[in-house]
């Protein structure tokens, strides 16, 4: 089969990712052999490629929004039956006996494994996964569609659920790339009485313009103050800086939620008095469990979301990562393997 693998740690431009033949994998019990269709470009991988967020074993295929076909079932396995289609995103096992596991924290699981830095992903023609790990896909999405799903729009809903937002709330977004262009599709569904703002890099005009049409009341810079006092905020950004705005822009007793699992650069200083006094929280989002996918998936067939999407060919995801690392990608970037 058709893989682009990563052999070492290598900034993305200096598009480390080959295109090689490797054997197609053999599904183990309970597995199935998934053959890819389409598979998104998650600012993840950057982190993997560029070592703060390595990967535990190279080489190793990338790639953790996945979608494709059931083409072979391990031993034992019946969840799912040959040409079904399925997805797989970032959780790819829990232990299910940890603490962590047995309180529905499965995310944080000391021997969790992660779709494409652990175990090989999406990035090929073939991938494996157990079954209890694979999820249907809501029939409403074409493949394309429905990969940035899988982990922008999933992770992006556990985020959401851990910032307090309510209906009648002020939501701030920084940076609106793959995740938060879905998520305020979800806010403006679920929450009609509240209002979203949106604050991205100031030349990413492109950006604002796509949060205008799709319902943002209000559109600014990073370092803006905003309109009003954000009741909770998410930060969707891999640099330091849009935290502590977000902090700056916050209400009494509000929430800000960071979506991102490495930064690139550091938050910086917070002042007591400015950024944290008045109960003010600060909380990361670690990876996703199960039932975020459980939960999101049908809500995104009832919206509908509508994913905005960029597409590349399997030998073209160097080219993708550099894009995205440059912010220049307006929606998500997704690889068709149909093609």
Known sequence: MRAMILKNISEVEDRPLELVELPEPVPGPGQLLVRVSACGVCHTELDEI??????????????????????????????FKPGDRVGIDWLNWACGRCSFCLSDRENLCAEAKWTGKDVDGGYAEYTVVSEDFAYSIPARFSDVQAAPLLCAGVVGYRALRLSGMEDGKVLGLYGFGASAHIIIQVVKHRYPASRVFVFTRPQQEE??????????????????????????????????IPVREAMRNLEKGGRVTI??????????????????????????????????????????AEIPIVPETQEFRLSEVNEALVLLKAGTINGAAVLNLAD
Do not use: M
């Open 50 to 79: 560029e070592g703060r967020a390595a990967p535990t074993k190279l080489p190793i295929v990338l790639g953790h929004e996945i979608v494709g076909r059931v083409e072979g079932l391990g031993a034992g396995a019946s969840r």
């Open 207 to 240: 950006h604002r313009q796509l949060a205008r049409r799709l319902g943002a009341d209000w559109t600014g810079s990073t370092g803006d103050t905003a309109p009003k006092k954000l009741d909770c905020a998410i930060d969707f950004t891999p640099v330091g």
């Open 259 to 300: 979506n991102a699992i490495r930064k690139v650069t550091p938050i910086p200083e917070l002042d007591y008095t400015e950024h944290v006094w008045w109960e003010k929280e600060l909380k990361s989002v670690a990876n996703v469990t199960r039932r975020d996918a459980e939960e999101f998936l049908p809500l995104a």
